[in-house]
C-alpha cells in the first residue's frame, strides 16, 4: 500500500499531500486526459539521485504535445521541481510521479477549455514485479488483449487514458496466476508488457520490437540499447513472432518499476534454462552498476537531488 510522503507540488507549489485531491468532474476522471511519468530516484554514493531526468521531462512534454496539451512550464523547471519534491520530502530512493491532466471547468469532450493541472509526487515503491522477481525471473503469459492499434490511442504518448489497455492485460493475467502479461500488437506481433518493455535474446543476439508496434518508447528500454552496444552485444529492433518467446534464450522486461526483470517462462513454457540467463544479468550489473557507482556514469544518466546545476 502507498505511504504518504509530506508534500506534493501542485503548480508551482508545495501543497499537504492529503490536499492533493481533483474534483470528480474534472475532465480527466470521465475522458481519461492525463500525461505522466514514472521515474526513479535512487540512493547513490552521491546521495539521492534521479535517474534519466531529462529524457522523462522530455517524454512527458512529448505526451502532453500528442495531446495538445500546453504545460505552463519548461523542461528546466520541471525537472528542478521534481529534484525540489525529493528534498522537500527528504526522500533517498523512492519513485518520482509527475501528472498533467485537464481539469475541472468545461463539459464534454473537448478538453481544449479545462485547465492543465500539473501535479509532482514522490514515495516509496519496492520492487514492482515481486522481490524475488530481478534475480529468479517471473512466470508471464501472452496476453489475449491486444496493445492499441496504430492510430487509435497513441503508444508513443504516456497517457492516462492507455493504461485501460494495461489494466486489460494485467488483470487477466494475475486472474490466470501469472505476474505480468504480455500484449502483441493488432499484426500479431510481440508489443509489451502491460507496464514494461520486452526483449528477447536468442544466439548472443538482443532483439526488441521497433516503436511502430505499438510500444511505449521507454527510457530503460533505451537504456539497455545503448548499455548492450557499449558492451558489445547487438542490438536489434525488429517485428518478432509470438513463438520467437518460447524458443528464445532468454528473456526479459524493462522498466523503470521492473527495471531488468527476467522471464523463466511464458504460457509455462519454459524459457532457455528456466532462470535469468547470461546477458540479462550482465546488463542487469551494468545498469545497477551505473547507480551504485561500480561504473562509470558515462553518459550523465545520474541528476543528483543534492547538487546545484543537477538539471542538464
Ligand atoms: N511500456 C509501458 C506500457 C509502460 O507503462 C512502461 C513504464 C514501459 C513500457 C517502460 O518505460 P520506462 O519506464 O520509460 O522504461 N511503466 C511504469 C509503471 C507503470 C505503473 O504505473 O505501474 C514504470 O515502469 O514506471
Redesign the pocket.
Known sequence: MLTPTEKIWHNGRFIRWQDATVHVLSHVVSYGSSVFE?IRCYSTAVGPAIFRLPEHVRRMLDSAKIYRMEIPYTAEQLGEAMLEVVRTNKMEACYVKPIAMRGYGDVGVNGAKNPIEVYIACWEWGK?LGEEALAQGVDVCVSSWNRMAPNTLPAMA?AGA?YMN?QLIKMEAVANGYVEGIALDTAGYVS??????IFVVRDGKIHTPPLGAS??P????DTILTLARDNGIPVIETLLPREMLYIADEVFF?????EITPIRSIDRIVIGKGHRGPVTEQLQNEYFGVIAGSRPDRYGWLSPVYAAAAVK
Open positions: 514514472g514492482y504516456k492507455n494495461s509489451e508488457g502491460s507496464g514494461e518493455n510500444v511505449l521507454g527510457i530503460t528500454r524493462s522498466g523503470t518499476a521492473a
